[in-house]
C-alpha cells in the first residue's frame, strides 16, 4: 500500500505565475488535509477535503488559494499569480476516517522567483 | 487561541544519550497530541500519538507523556543514536481533524 504520493516534490514559478500541486492519498483514504510550512515555523493547517467536498477552508488564504478533491483523481491545491511569500513546504495528509491518523506525503517545496 | 511552543529550538547531544524534547500549549482542550518526525527533504512520519484520556505512549526507545492541567508534553529517547538526527515537531488536535503545530526542535546525535 504506498503511501501518500505529492508531486512535483519541487516546483520553481515566477511570480505571477500559477502553481499546481498534487496528492494521492492512501488507497481507501477519502479525508485529504493541506498545510503550509513556512521556513522555521511549524506547519499551518490550510485546508480538509473529502471526496468533492471542501469541509474547513478556514487556514487556506481567500484570495489566489483554491483546493479540490475531486471523485476521480488527486486533490489539487491551486495557487494563482504567485508572489515571494508562497514560498514554503506544502504538505498533504490523508485518513481513512476523520478521527483517525493523518498520513503525510514528502511535501511540495515551491519556490517563487 | 491554542498556542504550541517547543523548546529548545535546537539541541545538540553525544551519542547514546538520553534526552528530552519539551512541548507546550495554552489550551488544555485538545483531542490528542502527536509527535512527530521531520527528515530534510522527506515528509512527516508520526511517532507517538497521544490520546486526551492518556497520559503516555510508549513505542521502542520513544516515550511520550500527557500532562493537560500543565499544559505540557515531553518526547524521551532513550540511548540516542546518530539516525535520530532530525527536527521532532509536536501537533496538537485541537478538534477531529486540526492539527495546531510547535516550530519543532532540531535534534542532532553527535557519534
Known amino acids: 500500500n504506498a503511501g501518500v504520493m505529492q508531486n512535483p516534490r519541487h516546483l520553481v514559478r515566477r511570480r505571477g505565475q500559477e502553481a499546481r500541486l498534487r496528492c494521492s492519498p492512501m488507497k481507501g483514504h477519502s479525508h485529504v488535509y493541506w498545510y503550509r510550512q513556512l521556513p522555521e515555523e511549524g506547519l499551518k493547517f490550510m485546508v480538509y477535503?473529502?471526496?468533492?467536498?471542501?469541509?474547513?477552508e478556514s487556514g487556506m488564504p481567500k484570495e489566489r488559494f483554491s483546493a479540490e478533491f475531486p471523485k476521480e483523481g488527486p486533490s489539487i491545491l491551486r495557487i494563482q499569480q504567485v508572489v515571494r511569500g508562497d514560498s514554503a513546504a506544502y504538505f498533504c495528509?490523508?485518513?481513512?476516517?476523520?478521527?483517525?491518523?493523518?498520513?503525510f506525503g514528502p511535501g511540495t517545496r515551491l519556490t517563487v522567483l | 487561541k491554542q498556542e504550541v511552543t517547543q523548546i529548545p529550538a535546537a539541541l545538540s547531544v553525544p551519542e547514546g544519550e538520553n534526552l528530552v524534547l519539551n512541548c507546550s500549549f495554552t489550551?488544555?482542550?485538545?483531542?490528542?497530541l502527536q509527535w512527530f518526525r521531520q527528515d530534510p527533504g522527506k515528509g512527516l512520519t508520526s511517532l507517538l500519538l497521544i490520546q486526551s484520556s492518556q497520559r503516555e505512549q510508549t513505542s521502542g526507545r520513544l516515550n511520550a507523556s500527557l500532562d493537560k492541567s500543565s499544559g505540557r508534553s515531553t518526547l524521551y529517547i532513550a540511548a540516542s543514536q546518530p539516525g535520530d538526527s532530525a527536527t521532532y515537531l509536536c501537533?496538537?488536535?485541537?478538534?477531529?481533524?486540526?492539527?495546531?503545530w510547535g516550530a519543532g526542535t532540531k535534534l542532532i546525535i553527535k557519534p
Open positions: 495528509a490523508s485518513s481513512l476516517d476523520v478521527t483517525d491518523t493523518q498520513y
Open positions: 501537533a496538537l488536535g485541537d478538534s477531529n481533524y486540526q492539527l495546531i
Open positions: 477535503l473529502q471526496k468533492e467536498n471542501i469541509i474547513d
Open positions: 489550551d488544555s482542550a485538545i483531542y490528542n
